[in-house]
């Protein structure tokens, strides 16, 4: 995307004085910034996405220490925000081998120990264009591999997001309500996904990442200062 190298400068730490400025705003977009930041429920550390409440009744309020334990590990190996890999665009597969099967079947397995609902390859350092995604507790784990967008809706929604390699980070994000995505299966069997509310909306999420688009590209630049405040936090609450 043209607009990247631009982004890209809005992403460094702002220095001191702005951000106090920000700090002591107190507009809604401000407070909004304070809740996610503070938020210490389980919805706040579900990593990919935060906006779930209803797929999270069935989590505890805390997460007993195994589990923790398996997600703290899990987002270890997740590149973070700053990692020039997570902006550049990965490459279609064209083996569909025994390496291309253990690298779904890890994606999978780490996405489901981060808590995540999807991960793309880039996301591991892979330049792969793969993603897998479950957005609902009792769905399969679904493997899309050079996956392309063949329609999306008019019709757009705006919801929270969160992204396992931004930790801390919640933003609502606009988009297609609805998507129906062509790709392959992790052997190469084409398949068809029609997808709405929150499939769609990670389905895109993850084919975003394979493009080097991060979920602060697709926010106002208001919206993209507050969330930097918070990845702060965030990082100085729980260095990485
Ligand atoms: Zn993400």
Redesign the pocket.
């Known amino acids: 995307m043209s607009t990247q190298a631009q982004s890209e400068t809005e992403f460094e730490e702002p220095p001191g004085q702005p951000e106090e400025r920000a700090a002591q705003s107190e507009g809604p977009a401000a407070q909004a910034g304070e809740r996610a930041a503070q938020s210490e429920g389980p919805a706040a550390q579900a990593g ?1 996405w935060a906006e779930r409440p209803e797929e999270l009744d069935d989590q505890p309020e805390e997460l007993d220490e195994e589990t923790r334990a398996r997600r703290d590990a899990a987002l270890r190996r997740v590149r973070k925000l700053g990692d020039p890999v997570l902006r550049t665009s990965a490459v279609a597969v064209e083996r569909f081998d025994e390496s291309l099967q253990a690298e779904v079947e890890l994606m999978g397995r780490l996405m489901e120990d981060a808590l995540g609902v999807g991960l793309a390859a880039t ?1 591991i350092g892979v330049l792969h264009r793969v993603l897998v995604y479950k957005a609902y507790a009792d769905d399969q784990i679904t493997t899309l591999v050079n996956p392309v967008l063949e329609w999306a809706s008019e019709e757009r929604e705006a919801a929270e997001e969160g ?3 931004i930790p801390g980070v919640h933003v609502e994000v606009e988009r297609a309500a609805r998507v129906r995505v062509r790709a392959l299966d992790p052997h190469g069997k084409e398949l068809v996904v029609e997808a709405e509310g929150l499939p769609a909306r990670v389905i895109q ?1 993850e084919m975003d ?1 394979l493009e080097g688009v991060l ?1 602060l590209d697709r926010i106002s630049r208001e919206a993209r200062r507050e969330a930097m405040r918070a990845l702060r936090e965030a990082r100085e609450a729980a260095p990485v």
């Open positions: 990919e996301q992204c396992l390699s999420h990442h979920i």
